[in-house]
């Protein structure tokens, strides 16, 4: 199961519930039936997908100031730095 956080609730939480949440979401991520990063991946797969770009396409744009950061890119640039700090991609 997915789990959504609104930036407005986890604004609200202590720091410390903030972790938690936040750990619990990546843990989830992480730790699908197929294996580890697989989800992770299949998040960013999708994105590339519906973007009709690669993540390299995507930061590359990014840094050319060429398409502006929205909170779905937000999400997509999320699962890039997960998967990159568990050395997946």
């Known amino acids: 199961m997915e789990q959504t956080v609104r930036i407005s609730d986890l604004q609200a939480m202590k720091p410390g519930e903030q972790e938690q949440l936040l750990r619990s979401v990546v843990e989830q991520a992480m730790a699908p039936a197929n294996g580890p990063l697989t989800g ?11 973007y009709e770009m690669s993540t390299e396409t ?9 398409i502006k950061e929205t909170t779905e890119i937000a999400n997509w640039l999320f699962w890039v730095t997960v998967v990159r700090i568990r050395g997946g991609r």
């Open 58 to 66: 995507l930061l590359e744009k990014l840094s050319r100031e060429e």
């Open 40 to 50: 992770a991946h299949a998040r960013i797969r999708a994105y590339e997908e519906r």
